[in-house]
């Protein structure tokens, strides 16, 4: 079996919602060590995190002990990095054998070809502060010279804020409309690659879209929990979580 999950936000909310989601994601952990020959992380595991070269953030021991615990056993675990997530380094690959990517890509799994992306900085030619934002955002340079000049509790401090501003401004658009651009990229994509499913996250709306293109969005964990299965058959589900 193959699992794609997006959207946990840890260290979001205040400590009861942290620990809620927290035990949620650990016990869909041990849920899947039976079956699992690979596990994607398809952005924004993490609410906040900004890697230093000697200096990680502080919590989520027990997912990233159990993320290489699985990693040990043998399951395949790729991460697609997200928009709270863009700033990783290879800390995540040394410790904890998980398989890095910062870009959108398209894995053959089970005969079918599936194209996997978080789904943020995607078909955004007519938001021009928000392109601007990104390459911003995504400059090695600025990267490295934050880590230089400021301190990480400065820092941390500062990316918790703007995180929680960001996954607010996702709470607010509840509506199937928000899917709108990355439909109609992979309707445009599909054109001139073959792909059998599309797999989103960013969006915080969960949904299943069967028509010219399968196309699959995961919602949030805080709202409610949820992932994307794809058995060796080469059948694909978007799965709810105590539902």
């Keep these: ?14 400590a009861a919602t ?14 899947i060590e039976s079956d699992a020959e690979t596990l994607f992380l398809v952005g924004d595991i993490f609410d906040f995190w900004f890697e230093y070269d000697e200096v990680v953030p502080k919590g989520y021991t027990r997912v990233l002990g159990r993320l290489a615990e699985l990693s040990d056993k043998g399951v395949r675990v790729i991460m697609l ?18 398989s890095l990517f910062t870009k959108p890509r398209t894995f053959s799994l089970a005969g079918k070809e599936v194209f996997v992306a978080h789904g943020d900085n995607m078909n955004i030619k007519g938001q021009p502060m928000l392109r601007f934002m990104n390459r911003v955002f995504r400059s090695r340079g600025l990267r490295k010279v934050a880590s230089w000049l400021v301190h990480p509790d400065l820092f941390v401090r ?12 996702h709470g607010a658009e509840q509506s199937a409309q928000v899917l709108e651009p990355l439909i109609d ?8 690659n073959k792909v059998d499913y599309y797999v989103f996250g960013h969006l915080h709306f969960a949904a299943d879209i069967t028509g010219a293109q399968r196309i699959l969005f995961m919602g949030d964990w805080h709202t409610r929990p949820n992932y994307i299965s794809l058995d060796n058959k080469g059948e694909i589900k978007l799965v709810y979580i105590n539902s």
């Design 1 to 14: 079996m193959h699992y794609f999950v997006s959207d946990i936000h840890l260290g979001a909310g205040d």
């Design 18 to 31: 942290q620990r809620r989601v927290e035990r949620a994601f650990l016990d869909f952990l041990r849920k």
């Design 81 to 98: 990095t997200g928009n709270h997530d863009m700033w990783i380094g290879d800390y995540l690959a040394r410790e904890c054998g998980i």
């Design 158 to 169: 500062f990316g918790k804020w703007w995180s929680g501003k960001s996954r607010k401004s």
């Design 185 to 192: 990229y992979a309707m445009e994509y599909g054109k001139s």
